[in-house]
């Protein structure tokens, strides 16, 4: 069973930068596809970016692509979202989870994390 802890989110200026980090335990990491998701406030959760389960494939929601960069790190089972240029819509929880199927085809989303908080303001 994999567990996911999120961290690196906190209070930036718009323009500015985050890296955020999903650390894993348990077994299976290499075979999963991971997602990062976030839920602003009011609004319903939404996937932000997708990664393959060995990395090589990727895909962002259009409102981040060019400015979010997924990678991974299956020896040390971590996912990380470089994030470059926020603005105060990207404001919220993000989350990380397993993306059963694949990114193009998922069929569900499983193993929450706790949420790391990004809030963008001047």
């Known amino acids: 069973q994999l567990q996911f802890v999120e961290s690196g989110g906190g209070l930036v200026q718009p323009g500015g930068s985050l890296t955020l980090s999903c650390a894993a335990s348990?077994?299976?990491?290499?075979?999963?596809?991971i997602g990062w998701f976030r839920q602003a406030p009011g609004k319903e959760r939404e996937r932000v970016s997708c990664?393959?389960?060995?990395?090589?494939?990727?895909d962002y929601k259009d409102s981040v692509k060019g400015r979010f960069t997924i990678s991974r790190d299956n020896a040390k089972k971590t996912v990380y979202l470089q994030m470059n240029g926020l603005k105060p819509n990207d404001t919220g929880v993000y989350y990380c989870?397993?993306?059963?199927?694949?990114?193009?085809?998922?069929?569900?989303?499983?193993?929450w994390g706790e949420g790391t908080p990004v809030t963008v303001s001047s």
């Open positions: 989870a397993v993306v059963r199927g694949s990114c193009t085809m998922p069929i569900g989303m499983s193993n």
């Open positions: 348990g077994f299976n990491f290499v075979l999963n596809a």
């Open positions: 990664i393959s389960s060995r990395g090589q494939s990727t």
